[in-house]
């Protein structure tokens, strides 16, 4: 059966390609790696047998939502071959990029189609479009040699992280097989263990969170007399 698509669906994929037109350009021939990410976990959404699938396999699940930032933090940590690439990236594309929050903005219509329960949807959707008005406004006023814009990023870094990651933590959470700390939804977990609400567990959110783990490198920097780079061809010392 083809793909069903909804109002929060044709939200979701519109925003989902502005987000990845929006991939750092910094990345340069290394940016082909977003867009083929997001067209694997789709196609693993769709063709994927039911003893593999996510919705049924917490150890998938573990993988595809948790892992990308478990594998990025250490790196950013100890400066390495991730950390070094993040070095050019400048930290104005990193906030453009963060106007990916607005997906979370389509959780209205699932409200409204009853996808998903009313104050969790709209929890979500306030959420993240605060997010991603917060990372517009840092955008439009990017100065990381002032104290007073590298406090407000941080601040608004922090919101975001911690949002991402208490979402993607109470997704985990509805698995019906996750044991001991799982509080199990068969519901919320179908409807982002299936199509197309997994390419929202296992690629954005994950990528939310790996992306303010970067922006938080680029603001406490392990080496402090490298230079910021803030928008292309501009370097504060």
Known sequence: MAPQFSLSDIWFFGISVVALALVPTAFATRAW??????????????????????????????????????????????????????????????????????????????????????????????????????????????????????????????????????WSWALLRAHTGLPVVGVPSPDLHAYFGGWPGGLEAFFWIPLAVCLHAAVFYKLLRPDPDAPIACSSGEIIP
């Not at 990025?72 to 390495?80: A, H, Y």
């Not at 990193?94 to 949807?121: E, I, M």
Request: aromatic share 14%.
């Open 33 to 166: 790696i977003f867009p083929a990410w997001f067209a694997g976990i789709g196609v693993y959404l769709l063709v994927a047998p039911a003893a593999l699938h996510p919705a049924w396999n917490v150890w998938v699940w573990l993988l595809l939502s948790q892992g990308p930032w478990i594998a990025l933090v250490p790196d950013l940590l100890s400066r390495g071959r991730a950390a070094r690439s993040l070095d050019a990236v400048p930290l104005r594309s990193l906030l453009a990029f963060s106007l990916l929050h607005l997906l979370g903005a389509r959780h209205v219509f699932s409200a409204l189609s009853g996808d998903l329960p009313p104050d969790f949807a709209l929890e979500i959707a306030s959420g993240e479009t605060l997010t991603a008005f917060g990372a517009g406004i840092l955008w439009l006023f990017c100065r990381p040699e002032k104290l007073w814009f590298r406090l407000l990023a941080m601040f608004w870094n922090a919101q975001a992280l911690t949002g991402s990651l208490v």
